[in-house]
């Protein structure tokens, strides 16, 4: 695929004389800048294009050059492809639109084109793409007006994107910023190349330090699990931005994990998985972009702050507390020496206000920075300056900054309101924005970004799809209860009772009392239409609600169906653990609070199998119920290790193909401090 990213030779089907048209603009750009290779303007109507020979078809050409750009439209379009696979040709850039987004008929033409090039060994990108860049040779195979309105300077940035305009939009934000991109590529509909196999070869590149990747859909995780796991061998981060939270994975399962488990979330737990940080909107996908350039591995996210400001120093902890970073707490020695080089009536405690003295006294910085930044409680230092102006030694502070960022290794960023002071700052490596708010915010996803991609899984993703044409069927509740058990789910002692004697049976070994409940794959949820009864410790308690259910069932005409005894079990805290088979992602567990509740007041994490159980254990700290079990107001921790034991349980039994599992869930997992319990399941399988 090295053609798809440096071409020796470019040929541009439908070339314009006009360089502001689509045709045009290529030639155009890699005359502009730099590119070294072969241009062949192809267009039957004319002899020279914006100076250079114009051939009146491929064939014509002097030699079959590597990479095609197909800027015609309608049928000839296919034609172009079937035209370049026969010449040898190794990449096609189709920009034409009208294809695999307009529908089925448009889907089929592309995988025509597709099974063409791939005969031939050549790969597609687009169709509908706006193109592919290198600023690191100039092969510009794009048509984006961006180049134009924001000159390109190489850097070891690449953004990939499947929309032409979300590939230029962090290229332009980025460049204002001072900071270049070496791969602004877009790969339209997927149809051949994909967005996740652009990132897997441009990381290729030993020059890439970060990737930025927008998709509208993906369709391939697998590619992306791929490319996640180069990135990690490499150590570059990549930083997506997944639009429009689908509900397509979503299903009207009769339990609530497909509910839980919408599309969009199963994306997180995907990124998350694979160490992608996924941002929240444009703005989000770069904002934290200079962080990333550094190579800085910060050991933990302790802040300091310093400040001519009071305020600022204020505001930025505030951000801090909310981002949860930690503030710094300086040892004495550090104290001691801020104490000494501030003024009187400044406070040498983190966050640090060096005052207005800052004016008078331009040397206060080079001394408070270094002081605050060799504190080893110290791993990450905000500077925040918010008007720096005349009268203030700007510069100065920039070099100061700039030196001891070199120095120390130490994550150093800046805040201030002054475009011109950022870029001072800016010029000597600092990570400079606007406001206290946007550095922190920017610190705090770096760090957090960093821990995650620590813990990044390195097994390849393969998802379980379903089956085509299945159907989902409810299992009853002793046959999904079977199932789990047979996995290592622990339970309590059970019978199914044809008659009220073989409950009062059970009752006799469980001095605790029992419950009794209908069994009937026909009623999923049997609370909510009368048919459980708990705390059942006499006979004839259990024979009257024998009755009492059975006379309902009836009504509900569920026929002779048995009821489950079970023992009662004492617990503490009612927990649900399930999944389900997601379309695109396979297997996902769902771990949370439980109850009758789970929708209404959701707290829940997903996991996509298989996970470790030091996986589980970092899941459960981001649940709302994560200090039971570290132990609250007296009480003893809830059993982790038997929730993790329960969530490995349903993870092996999704994972498992003869199984054909739809959904699991386990709602209440009763748990206590010494263990954990399954009172009640429901499964479905495929058919």
Known sequence: MTPMLNPRSVAILGASDNPDKIGGRPIRFMREFGYEGAIYPVNPGREVVQGLTCYASLSDLPEAPEAVIVAVAGDNVVAAVEESARLGVKLCVIMASGFGETGPEGKAIEAGMRDTARAAGMRLIGPNTQGIANFGSGAILSFSTMFIETPPLDGPIAAISQSGAMSVVPYGLLRDKGIGLRYVNATGNDSDVSAPEMVLEVLEDPEIRL???????????????????????????????????????????????????TSDRVVDAFCRKYGIWRANGMLDLVA???????????????LAIISNSGAVCVMAADAADREGLSISQLAPETEAELTRVLPAFASPRNPVDITAALLSDGGLFSKVLPACGSDPAVDLLLVGLPITGQGYDYPRFARDTGAFLRESGKPVIVSNAQAKVREVFRAEGVPAFTTEDEAVAAISQ????????????????????????????????????????????????????????????????APGG????????????????????????????????????????????LGDAPLLAAEMVKGRHEVLVGGHRDP?????????????????????????????????????????????????????????????????????????????IASVEVNPLMVSEDGAWALDALIEVYE
């Not at 934290?288 to 302790?302: C, I, Q």
């Open 211 to 261: 990737v930025l990747l927008y998709l509208e859909s993906l369709s391939d995780p697998t590619m992306l699990a791929r490319a996640a796991i180069r990135a990690q061998e490499r150590g570059v981060p990549i930083i997506a931005l997944k639009s429009g939270a689908s509900e397509v994975g979503k299903r009207a399962a009769a339990s609530h994990t497909g509910a839980i488990a």
């Open 288 to 302: 934290a972009a200079e962080m990333y350039l550094h190579g800085w591995k910060p050991t933990d996210d302790r």
């Open 446 to 509: 770096f760090v957090r970004h960093q821990r995650m991609m620590e813990q990044a899984s390195s097994t390849p993703f393969h998802a379980l799809p379903v089956p085509d044409g299945a159907r989902a069927v409810v299992r009853d509740e002793a046959a999904s209860l079977d199932l789990l058990e047979a996995r290592g789910m622990p339970m309590p002692r059970r019978a199914l009772c044809r008659d009220v004697g073989e409950a009062q049976a059970l009752l006799a070994q």
């Open 514 to 557: 029992i419950v009794l409940k209908a069994c009937s794959e026909k009623v999923p949820h049997k609370s909510e239409h009368g048919l459980v009864a708990v705390g059942l410790t006499t006979e004839d308690e259990v024979a009257a609600a024998y009755a009492t259910i059975r006379e309902r069932m009836q009504a509900m005409e």
């Open 584 to 660: 695109q992602f396979g297997p996902v567990v769902v771990i949370g609070d439980g109850g009758i509740a789970v929708e209404a007041m959701p707290d829940n994490v997903l996991l996509l199998p298989p996970f470790s159980d030091a996986d589980v254990a970092r899941a459960v700290e981001d649940l709302r119920i994560a200090p039971l079990f570290k132990g609250i107001r007296g009480q003893a921790p809830l059993d982790l290790a038997a929730v993790t034991r329960a969530a490995q349980s349903v993870a092996a039994l999704l994972c498992d193909p003869a199984a054909n």
